[in-house]
């Protein structure tokens, strides 16, 4: 069964400064998605960002992009000039292509000290 | 538009009570229907999905329950509550094409005391 991973439980960073969090997944798949969940003390979850298996260029949204190694089974989230807006879970997300469900990763808790 | 539409907001019920918690989607038709679980400060635990009316694919056995009578209609029902079912759920559809996001509810906060 897929898996999804976040190793990092809570982060924080300054304002304006910069900030990645890891993830890394299992699968013996070759096509599928990856995807960043954000969700705000409001509990609503908003896709940040969403990346390609098949496409090697890094997906990038604004001020966040993203580092997918396909082989290390690594997909990172880089949040530039970080806002106080930001501070948020973060989750990472896995979906098979002709799969029928996500995997989702434990999360990581961001905070942006001022 | 689509949007996603979850209710109650917020529920408090006694342990060994019923629960009905429904989800409605507009906007889109035929969509795959999920009911997540988010305990405090954890991730999402899939519980359900649904690719059709009727069709209801259980992730995790528990004393939890899925229907969907409706296309855009997707309802998590219990029997009898349990403490250990508080949490926060979440309802979330997707398109059923290859390229997928899955588009979340508002969330039920449900406490059972």
């Known amino acids: 069964a897929q898996t999804v991973t976040q190793s990092q439980p809570e982060m924080s960073v300054q304002e304006a400064e910069t900030v990645t969090l890891s993830c890394t997944y299992d699968?013996?798949?070759?096509?599928?998605?990856l995807f960043w969940y954000k969700q705000p003390p409001s509990r609503q979850m908003i896709l940040v960002i969403r990346?390609?298996?098949?496409?090697?260029q890094n997906a990038t949204e604004n001020r966040f992009s993203v580092n997918f190694q396909k082989a290390a089974k690594s997909f990172s989230l880089k949040i530039s000039d970080s806002q106080l807006g930001d501070a948020a879970m973060y989750f990472c997300?896995?979906?098979?292509?002709?799969?029928?469900?996500?995997?989702f990763g434990p999360g990581t808790r961001l905070s942006v000290l001022p | 538009s689509q949007t996603i539409h979850q209710w109650p907001a917020t529920l408090v019920q006694p342990v060994g009570s019923p629960l009905s918690l429904e989800c409605t989607v507009e906007?889109?038709?035929?969509?795959?229907l999920y009911w997540y679980r988010q305990a405090a400060g954890r991730g999402l635990q899939l519980l359900f999905y649904?690719?059709?009316?009727?069709?209801i694919s259980s992730e995790v056995p528990q004393n939890l329950s899925a229907s969907r009578p409706q296309d855009r209609q997707f309802i998590l029902s219990s029997k009898k509550l349990l403490l250990s079912d508080s949490g926060f759920y979440l309802c979330?559809?997707?398109?059923?094409?290859?390229?997928?996001?899955?588009?979340f509810g508002p969330g039920t906060r449900l406490t059972v005391l």
């Open positions: 979330a559809w997707s398109v059923r094409r290859n390229y997928n996001e899955q588009f």
């Open positions: 699968t013996s798949e070759s096509d599928y998605y």
């Open positions: 990346q390609e298996a098949y496409k090697q």
């Open positions: 997300a896995y979906w098979e292509v002709y799969g029928q469900n996500f995997v």
């Open positions: 906007g889109t038709s035929n969509p795959n």
């Open positions: 649904s690719v059709g009316i009727g069709q």
